[in-house]
């Protein structure tokens, strides 16, 4: 049932960033592990076709997070211009 649910998730954030995001998104895999988001990091850059790259890495659960917390906490941080 846990893949099932975040394959779904997945699908779904597909479907809404198609053509506008990429999002890498590492936590940990125990329910009980709460995410620190302080030493947790988040990095975010456009490319010069406007595509968002993001590269996140949790120290804990991303189920531990609603998806509003978790999605403001991204927000949070600034988008950098990718200079090739």
Request: aromatic residues 8%; hydrophobic residues 35%; charged residues 35%.
């Amino acid at each position: 049932m846990r893949f099932d649910s975040r394959l779904k998730a997945l699908e779904r954030i597909g479907k809404e960033s198609a053509g506008k995001r990429i999002r890498l998104v590492m936590h940990g895999c125990s329910e009980s592990f709460q995410v620190n988001l302080a030493t947790s990091t988040c990095k975010r850059t456009r490319r010069a076709d406007g595509l968002i790259i993001e590269n996140i890495e949790l120290d804990g659960d991303l189920e531990s997070m609603t998806e509003a917390e978790f999605e403001a906490w991204v927000e949070s941080f600034p988008i950098k211009e990718y200079e090739a």
